[in-house]
Nanobody, 115 residues
């Protein structure tokens, strides 16, 4: 069985930084595109950023220039470096990955940005 486990969420002041991590574990035969999504209170889940196995990235307009997605294929881990955080970035952040031809989600990690 394969799992995605996120870490790194927490409380930060506006303008601050946080780094989220998401590690895939289990019987992994293929790990392709990985992504981060967020879900703010009372809103639908939305895409933040994606990264292919080869390192090609894509970002939501709202985070361009502030967030950076990266991955370590040897560790089956994806990261999200978040800088210049704003109160509107407050949300549960979810890791998503294409593993063994299936789409998997992590349990989510809460990021709270205070003004």
């Amino acid at each position: 069985q394969v799992h995605l486990v996120e870490s790194g969420g927490g409380l930060v002041q506006a303008g601050g930084s946080l780094t989220l991590s998401c590690a895939a574990s289990g019987s992994i035969f293929s790990l392709n595109t990985m992504a981060w999504y967020l879900q703010a209170p009372g809103k639908q889940r939305e895409l933040v950023a994606t990264i292919t196995r080869g390192g090609r990235t894509n970002y939501a307009d709202s985070v361009k220039g502030r967030f950076t997605i990266s991955r370590d294929n040897a560790k089956n881990t994806v990261y999200l470096q978040m800088n210049s955080l704003r109160p509107e970035d407050t949300a549960v952040y979810y890791c998503n990955a294409q593993i063994n031809s299936r789409e998997l989600w992590g349990q989510g990690t809460l990021v709270t940005v205070s003004s």
